[in-house]
Nanobody, 122 residues
């Protein structure tokens, strides 16, 4: 089965930087869109950023000036580079893969990672 494994989360001081990574594993032929969402404590899950297989990006307004998303299609991996972090960036960050085509199958599927904690201290 396809799995998304996140890494790079942790504790960082305000103004610092983190780079997360999400690697998709399994018999994957292609992935249309990969991205990141986050859920702050007591709030709903929200968009952080997405990137298509062709490199088209989409960012939430709250992170547009500070975060950069990229992907390595050959490795089925997506990276958000997060700079100038603020305490309000504290959340569980979830990797997302949409339009995942499994080798040998005609359908496309959608997957979520397990989430990784990012905590920004004042």
């Amino acid at each position: 089965q396809v799995q998304l494994v996140e890494s790079g989360g942790g504790l960082v001081q305000a103004g610092g930087s983190l780079r997360l990574a999400c690697a998709a594993s399994g018999s994957i032929f292609s992935i249309d869109v990969m991205g990141w969402y986050r859920q702050p404590p007591g709030k709903q899950r929200e968009l952080v950023a997405t990137i298509t297989s062709g490199g088209i990006t989409n960012y939430a307004d709250s992170v547009k000036a500070r975060f950069t998303i990229s992907r390595d299609n050959s490795k089925n991996t997506v990276y958000p580079q997060m700079s100038s972090l603020k305490p309000e960036d504290t959340a569980v960050y979830y990797c997302n893969a949409d339009g995942v085509k499994i080798t040998g199958l005609s359908m496309k599927y959608h997957y979520w990672g397990q989430g990784t904690q990012v905590t920004v201290s004042s």
